[in-house]
């Protein structure tokens, strides 16, 4: 598998999707949104998407499966398509421009290329294992802050699981008082491209699916930042919790979420 020359593939299809949405943005009415569950919302501009990604993805990688939010193609065993057709559909809705389609490859937990297309700016963040990230073609690092209280965060709240509200708040309340800020953009697609760039220091959130944050994870990866779990143990890719940094923050800001996480299932 030529992995630079499958990324650009996915750059070119990313590249068709975000001019259908930014093409269907000014039509959307109430009328065309729905809710999945509470504060889930979806429009016809996602299950489009979606159908034309995985019509198209089908045809690059005949032998993948698929991952994808609104429920297109079917799971694989081995390699598996991981897709968000747009990260931040609230946004979308009440257009606040900040929504990505977010497009992976995985092999297993392990994934191989990450594409993250934010739609409104037309930035396309893309990586391969091994082969760095870049944005718009050109490479990225990750910053090089190297103290929490330089640092500038992203995080996001989860919109139907409060059972840890509290430990969230308080892992909040101290955040605020250890860092320079604390910006919530509505999709973590774009939070994990914006570390992946150094624009945030760090991303933490809990309450994600592998479609949010598949891609992202290796773009902060091949850019020089590390990712984990709230705990060791966690996945960041599927166990539902991520924090992703530039890496020198990383261990502080672990300490800070220790203190103040007690989740343990």
């Not at 032998?63 to 994808?68: E, L, P, V």
């Not at 257009?95 to 297309?117: N, R």
């Amino acid at each position: 598998m030529d992995l630079k020359l499958l990324t650009e593939q996915v750059v070119s299809l990313s590249t068709e999707i975000a001019a259908f949405i930014r093409a269907e943005a000014p039509k959307l009415t109430e009328a065309g949104v729905s809710s999945k569950s509470a504060n889930n919302l979806v429009t016809h501009v996602d299950h489009t998407a979606e159908d034309r990604i995985v019509e198209a993805l089908e045809k690059l990688l005949p032998n993948a499966g698929f991952i994808a939010e609104e429920g297109s193609g079917e799971q694989g065993t081995g390699l598996n398509w991981v897709i968000d057709p747009l990260d931040g559909t609230t946004n979308f809705v009440h257009g606040v421009p900040c929504y990505c389609i977010s497009i992976a490859l995985l092999d297993g937990t392990e994934p191989l290329l990450g594409v993250v297309h934010e739609v409104t700016r037309d930035e396309r963040f893309t990586a391969w294992k091994g082969g760095g990230a870049y944005l718009n073609g050109q490479p990225i690092r990750v910053s090089a802050r190297k103290e929490l209280q330089d640092s500038l965060l992203a995080t996001g709240f989860p919109y139907d699981d409060f059972g840890y509200e509290s430990e969230y708040m308080d892992l909040l309340r101290e955040l605020m008082h250890r860092t320079r800020g604390i910006r919530r953009l509505g999709s973590a697609a774009a939070d994990l491209a914006y570390v992946a760039c150094g624009r945030f220091e760090a991303f933490y959130e809990y309450g994600l699916n592998s479609w949010d944050v598949a891609a992202g994870v290796l773009l902060v990866r091949e850019a020089g930042g590390k990712v984990s779990g709230f705990l060791p143990s966690k996945d960041p890719v599927f166990d539902e919790e991520i924090v992703a940094s530039n890496s020198a923050i990383h261990d502080e800001l672990l300490e800070v979420i220790e203190r103040n996480w007690q989740r343990q299932d």
